[in-house]
T-cell receptor, first 120, second 115 residues
């Protein structure tokens, strides 16, 4: 079963408008982290925002906010005031604890991604 | 912020040769680094976890003899694709965390083409 589900293969948004990218996740672990990354055509992975499972408030980073609904296991990314430079692939990812040397530095599990296109 | 540097960014090699990709954490020590593979228009799939001073942990289906990982120091992990074949052509990208509940920092990625 997929651990991270992104149901929107592609999205279009008009410049300066807000857009929501969907992400649902599946885990039985009470401790986990949720991430959003942006991948432009160059291939680099750019970190956008992080939400911990115990965080009480939704994370925000500039124009990015994460709509975290724990009971529904959803972690949607909201981009406000879209810009042309926001056109890229967006990946939702989850980290479950995997313990190495007594620490918890697990790998990320990625969704299939959503390709966002911002129209002028 | 923390920086992870990956080199080379692009490589073209002939079938049967080996290619080494380096992943360095520039301003922090990474006891664990991760190697991912990404096919065109697909997501990132974890290949292996690189542990400093010990053997790498490979995901199911990943050939450890083909994808050799060495994590000789706290700032460097290398992935060597041995006896490369055209089907190994892909985008390989590494990541490292500087702490347990922090974002993963990614290298720039390496686009490997085997001809």
């Amino acid at each position: 079963a997929q651990k991270i589900t992104q149901t929107q293969p592609g999205m279009f948004v008009q410049e300066k408008e807000a857009v929501t990218l969907d992400c649902t996740y599946d885990t039985s672990d009470p401790s986990y982290g949720l991430f959003w990354y942006k991948q432009p055509s160059s291939g680099e992975m750019i970190f956008l925002i992080y939400q911990g499972s115990y965080d009480q408030q939704n994370a925000t980073e500039g124009r990015y906010s994460l709509n975290f609904q724990k009971a529904r296991k959803s972690a949607n990314l909201v981009i406000s005031a879209s810009q042309l430079g926001d056109s890229a692939m967006y990946f939702c990812a989850m980290r479950e604890p995997r313990f190495y040397y007594g620490g918890s530095q697990g790998n990320l599990i990625f969704g299939k991604g959503t390709k966002l296109s911002v129209k002028p | 912020g923390a920086v992870v540097s990956q080199h080379p960014s692009r490589v073209i090699c002939k079938s049967g040769t080996s290619v080494k990709i380096e992943c360095r954490s520039l301003d922090f020590q990474a006891t664990t680094m991760f190697w991912y593979r990404q096919f065109p228009k697909q997501s990132l799939m974890l290949m292996a976890t690189s542990n400093e001073g010990s053997k790498a942990t490979y995901e199911q289906g990943v050939e450890k003899d083909k994808f050799l990982i060495n994590h000789a120091s706290l700032t460097l992990s290398t992935l060597t694709v041995t006896s490369a074949h055209p089907e190994d052509s892909s985008f390989y990208i590494c990541s490292a965390n500087w702490g347990p509940n922090t974002e993963a920092f990614f290298g720039q990625g390496t686009r490997l083409t085997v001809v």
